[in-house]
Nanobody, 128 residues
Framework: QAQLVESGGGSVRAGGSLRLSCTAS????????MGWFRQAPGKKREGVAA???????SYADSVQGRFTISRDNAKNSVYLEMNRLKPEDAAMYYC??????????????????????WGQGTQVTVSS
């Protein structure tokens, strides 16, 4: 059964850092596209960062240069290092996995509809 479990959320002050982790079940292997998404109250879920099986990354413009996505295939895990956090980064953050589906543009890797499996989310709160 495909399963994703996030951890690492919390409450920080603006300018601070957090590191989110996501561990996938063995069913989700290194060939999967992995992504981080977020959803704030009253807003649509949006793509934050993604990393494919070749290590190519994509980032939303709003987090470019502040967030870094990485993966450890040996641990079946993906991470999101978040630095210089802003109040507008506050949201529920979700880890997601997409099975291999051919080449995707950098933009497409951040589309919600591309992903099949989702974690339950971890809350990030940023105070000003």
């Amino acid at each position: 059964q495909a399963q994703l479990v996030e951890s690492g959320g919390g409450s920080v002050r603006a300018g601070g850092s957090l590191r989110l982790s996501c561990t996938a079940s063995v069913y989700i292997d290194r060939t999967y596209l992995m992504g981080w998404f977020r959803q704030a109250p009253g807003k649509k879920r949006e793509g934050v960062a993604a990393i494919d099986d070749d290590g190519r990354t994509s980032y939303a413009d709003s987090v470019q240069g502040r967030f870094t996505i990485s993966r450890d295939n040996a641990k079946n895990s993906v991470y999101l290092e978040m630095n210089r956090l802003k109040p507008e980064d506050a949201a529920m953050y979700y880890c997601a996995a997409a099975p291999p589906q051919g080449p995707l543009s950098a933009e497409a890797r951040l589309w919600v509809d591309v992903y099949r499996y989702w974690g339950q989310g971890t809350q990030v709160t940023v105070s000003s």
